[in-house]
């Protein structure tokens, strides 16, 4: 019985993997994902770990707090990332619009998955 349970559950991860590298696929190549994902640990890993806010609570990267906050959308994050807010500073001088558009589609990408572990 648990070997069963284990089976189901291993086959339901890869299934959901291959559903998600998909749909990931469409909305963000494999490079830019990985490009994103270099760029998040180089300039927000600071204070967004695991998809977190270690200095404001409420304002997570997590897909619930994204959309009750309104930046649940590439342009939206775009924007606070570009121009900063409250405690955050913004990134126009340190990063380029390309750079904070593949990071802003990565952080989006990451909530829709609930930040699981790569
Ligand atoms: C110095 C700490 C710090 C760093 C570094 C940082 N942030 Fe933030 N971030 C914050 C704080 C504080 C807020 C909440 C701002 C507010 O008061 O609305 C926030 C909010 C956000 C939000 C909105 C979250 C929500 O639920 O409303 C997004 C998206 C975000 N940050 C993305 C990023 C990205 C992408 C980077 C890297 C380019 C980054 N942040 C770097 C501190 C930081």
């Known amino acids: 019985m648990k070997r069963l349970v284990v089976l189901v559950f291993s086959l339901w991860i890869v299934l959901a993997f291959t ?9 963000l190549g494999a490079s830019e994902l990985h490009e994103g994902s270099q760029i998040f640990t180089t300039h927000c890993v600071g204070c967004h770990v ?44 340190r990063l380029t619009e390309h750079e904070i558009q593949v990071v802003a589609a990565y952080v989006l990408e990451r909530a829709e998955q609930n930040w699981k572990p790569d």
């Open 19 to 27: 559903i998600a590298s998909q749909v990931g696929a469409s909305e």
């Open 50 to 93: 695991n998809g977190g806010n270690i200095v404001r609570r409420g304002k997570t990267l997590k897909l619930k707090a994204l959309q009750k906050n309104q930046m649940d959308s590439i342009p939206a994050i775009v924007d606070i990332v570009t121009n900063g807010k409250a405690n955050m500073s913004a990134y126009r001088d």
